[in-house]
């Protein structure tokens, strides 16, 4: 009798520990899988962010080259001091809004990244000193652009260029 209560004692203790065991193998791959989709989603925003970079490349070669065109506040070139608010009336998602990034395919992407030129009020500066100087004016252009990939990650940035 003595050895059949033993047996059973046995079994309840690796009854436990293989519960204890299972439990900890699952808390081990619920971490697991947390860190993997943490890696993906850095790795996303990452390209993402590379892309958007492209776009703004793209666009200071645009400005540089002076081949934007004509900021009529359409087409992806718009004023920002002649009293329309360009980001109320704007989509990222609309390509007759906004220039399309044409340097090739990327992988992962949902679409091109997309951007628009905005020029900015023209600044004049003064230079130093007490003698009377001529104004020469110089010209900025703040530069927005978005790209998205496929698994939803969606960046934007914007960058101020002068000329």
């Known amino acids: 009798m003595n050895q059949k209560s033993n047996r059973g004692s046995v ?3 690796v009854m436990v520990f ?3 065991s299972l439990m900890l193998v699952l808390l081990l791959l619920d971490q697991f899988l947390v860190k993997e989709r943490e890696i993906l989603n850095f790795r996303d925003n990452l390209q993402t962010q ?4 492209l ?3 793209e666009a200071e070669e645009r400005i540089a080259g002076a081949s934007a065109g004509t900021f009529d506040n359409k087409n992806g070139l718009y004023k920002s001091y002649d009293g329309e608010l360009w980001y109320n009336k704007v989509s990222f998602d609309a390509l007759s809004d906004v220039f399309t990034y044409g340097g090739g395919e990327l992988p992962n992407a949902s679409a091109p990244p997309t951007y628009i030129i905005e020029q900015l009020r023209p600044t004049f500066d003064v230079s130093d000193g007490l003698e009377v100087s001529t104004p020469v004016q110089s010209r900025h252009y703040r530069v927005t652009a978005q790209a998205k990939s496929d698994t ?5 940035f914007q960058a101020i260029y002068e000329y």
């Open 11 to 13: 079994s309840i203790i």
């Open 50 to 53: 590379q892309w958007v970079e």
């Open 152 to 156: 939803g990650a969606k960046i934007k």
């Open 55 to 57: 776009a703004l490349s």
């Open 18 to 20: 293989s519960m204890i």
